[in-house]
């Protein structure tokens, strides 16, 4: 069974940075595409970044572009999410996905595996 544990997360000031990790465990990855989306209060879960496992393609969301910059460690099995310049707008809980589909994707439903979130809040 695929598992995901994701950590880094915290309460910051803007402007300020943090890096996410996400831990993939119980599966082979070499075929995957991992995602990150978050939810913020009383809003739906949205796009946030997304990478192969087995190339340096991504891809992220407009509202992150050259602010965050989502990675891989192949040899630890981990994603990373390094959000810099954050915003009080980027409070959020941020999860990790992964999906198998192979494709780049933006969609929530094409991730068949999430973990439990990591709570980032951004204070002004």
């Known amino acids: 069974q695929v598992q995901l544990v994701e950590s880094g997360g915290g309460s910051v000031q803007a402007g300020e940075s943090l890096r996410l990790s996400c831990a993939a465990s119980g599966g082979t990855f070499s075929s995957t595409v991992m995602g990150w989306f978050r939810q913020a209060p009383g809003k739906e879960r949205e796009f946030v970044a997304t990478i192969k496992w087995t190339s340096r393609v991504t891809a992220h969301a407009d509202s992150v572009k050259g602010r965050f910059t989502i990675s891989r460690d192949n040899t630890k099995n981990t994603v990373y999410l390094q959000l810099n310049s954050l915003k009080p707008e980027d409070t959020a809980v941020y999860y990790c996905?992964?999906?198998?589909?192979?494709?780049?994707?933006?969609?929530?439903?094409?991730?068949?595996?999430w973990g439990q979130g990591t709570q980032v809040t951004v204070s002004s």
């Open positions: 996905a992964a999906n198998y589909v192979g494709l780049l994707s933006m969609r929530l439903n094409d991730y068949d595996y």
